[in-house]
């Protein structure tokens, strides 16, 4: 039986962008693979029915299709490297029709804007959508010598940014100051690009009526400062006249969906527990939103992994009901919320639900079961039945060594900590092994027992792996979930507690041997631990938060989030931040300490690591910083492949160091 290697998950196959042909016959999905030579990922298209699925074709880099009916695909595709050149010097984007029966491509058209395929309309109209500034209009409204000028001055412009809002910049997008987020009905036949709103407004979550002549938006129009909430919108598609459902803006609004007629939305007020918040469901009418069903509960997909590159959807209406996903304790669950306000589960899925779309009178998944990589699964709503339909990363695990995860319950006083403990192959309890404790980002994400590449790898490496979901995770409540102005205090003691309890049931981990790492809240939980503790032998803090104050003005969601998560304000509760901030207590950080951070990362900016890392270099503690040039926040999960092996490598060599 083979190791799982540290380049093993360029062999990993990741499923995404799920979709289901207007009259549910079949549907389509993306399996993607990193290509390490090329550093970047590739995606072919596959499609599949209730029995089986199979491969279409390589859409190369392209991960963008949309069904038109039920045997013809309209995706976002260029023939050769000089389309995709001449396209990108021009601004424009290419799409070309692929047909199921015959394995036939057609050149279809050329948008003057990239935008993403969103929506079916008919056969022939389309819903698209891009990020705008006001004046790029221009680039469809306008003459080719007009979009010429425009261009020329766009290009004279890329030196610099002119911000007058709040966010300006957006992990993974870069500048977005003075973008709009917009939406366009494309007719196919005589390629007219219909505007639905207004140049300076940004549209959030939408959902189309049954008959797609009614789409249902959140959004608003420019501000200063972005609020996170929003009011909605109900648009007459063909007349493209507008009507306000809701005119105020003190709800987050998470998704919206039209159920016998009516207009429901998901959402929080955040009055109880901020911006973190459980959603309950909401009855949109004459102007208010009425609470329709308390759900109380996590909506959607939690479960963390670095083995998922893209998402799906999540829900769908069916019959009477809107059905939708959950996360509870560390897995995933399927929820189906009646007309008349009543909330029942209807599947538990040991691991996590990545996505699923109606197939008739069955659910398609894209799913990760026990420690099985992504798959495609059918779940029979009248059988209460579940099958695994492809097996697309059957054979990549085959022959390697897979912990099972061990489950260790750390009872407490008025709660429960739920961990676990990933063994290594021939674990023998009267031998001595290392071990890492890995935490979880958000803070309210989970931990689940499915497949984590970096975990296994390091198992296989000989190390014993902890995880644990403290308080401030997912999965059990709002009260469980809320430690706004407690970082650092119950979620560290928690995790303490856990750290002890595993070294209890497997006295066969070295304590002097206990390395500790984690991403974004991870990182930030790795930065307080260090200051707080000389416990561990080494560290690894990656994309961290090390000062709440700078993290407030620096973060695109620092403003907001900051002063939720901190229960105060920089100026006006400035000790409360420092507090809270593990920067503050870098004098006593003895631990040698590797950072990670890309500079492209604006969840968490890089002068985050910068300030922690000069800190303790001019106190002379064992650090080193890696800078990862070009990557974002998402680094570790769909970050280019070779950052990817590049970062991996220097966290499993920084633990060898002190091992």
Known sequence: MEKIGLKKFLDYRYLGNLQVSPQESNYAFLVSKAEQEKNEYHHTLYTGDHTRVSKLINLKKNQDFLYLNEHRLLLNYQRTKREEKDLKETFKQSFYTYDLHEGKLEKAFTLPFSAKLEERLSESKILLSTFMQEEDHVLYEGGEKIRKTHLKNKKEAAAFEEIEELP?????????????????????????????????????????????????????????????????????????????????????????????????????????????????????????????????????????????????????????????????????????????????????????????????????????????????????????????????????LSDHYVAKPQTILVQKENHEVKGFVLLPKHYDPTKKYPAILNIHGGPKTV???????????????????????????????????????????????????????????????????????????????TNWMVTQTDRFKAAATQRSISNWLSFYGTSDIGNHFATDQTDGHPIADREKLYEQSPIKYAMNVKTPLLLIHSDKDHRCPMEQAQQFYAILKTNGVDSRLVWFKGENHELSRAGKPQARVKRLEEITNWFKKYK
């Not at 329709?292 to 083995?307: I, L, Y």
Request: aromatic share 14%; hydrophobic share 35%; charged share 25%.
């Open 447 to 525: 931990y689940g027992q499915i497949f984590v590449h970096e975990m296994q790898f390091w198992a296989n490496e000989g190390y014993v792996v902890l995880f644990a979901n403290p308080r401030g995770s997912d999965g059990k409540g709002d009260e469980f979930a809320d430690i706004r102005g407690r970082y650092g205090t119950i979620d560290y003691d928690d995790l303490m507690d856990f750290a002890d309890q595993a070294l209890e049931h497997y006295p066969a981990i070295d304590s002097k041997r206990i390395y500790v790492t984690g991403g974004s809240y991870g990182g930030f939980m």
């Open 168 to 396: 300006y910049y957006f992990n993974g997008m870069d500048f977005i100051a003075n973008k709009h987020r917009q939406l366009f009905v494309f007719d196919i036949k005589t390629e007219d690009i219909k505007r639905l709103f207004s140049k300076d407004f940004s549209f959030g979550a939408y959902a189309l009526s049954e008959d797609k002549k009614t789409l249902y938006y959140t959004g608003k129009e420019w501000q200063n400062v972005a609020t996170t909430t929003s009011k909605i919108y109900a648009c007459d598609i063909e007349s493209g006249e507008h009507r306000t459902l809701y005119d105020k803006l003190d709800y987050n609004i998470a998704h919206i969906f039209e159920l016998k007629g009516k207009v429901f939305a998901i959402a929080k007020d955040m009055e109880d527990y901020g911006l973190n918040q459980n959603p309950d469901f909401f009855l949109v009418e004459n102007g208010e939103m009425k609470l329709h069903a308390k759900f109380g509960q996590s909506v959607g997909n939690t479960v963390g992994t670095d083995c998922r590159l893209m998402g799906s959807k999540s829900s769908f209406v069916k019959g009477d009901a809107f059905y939708f996903t959950a996360t509870i304790d560390d897995h995933g669950e399927i929820y189906r919320m009646n007309v008349d306000g009543t909330i029942k589960q209807v599947f538990e899925m040991p691991g996590s639900i990545d996505g699923f779309v109606k197939l008739g009178e069955a659910a398609i998944m894209v799913g990760m079961k026990g420690q099985r990589l992504q798959e495609i699964y059918r779940f029979d709503f009248e059988k209460s039945r579940l099958k695994m339909l492809s097996r697309i990363n059957a054979r990549v």
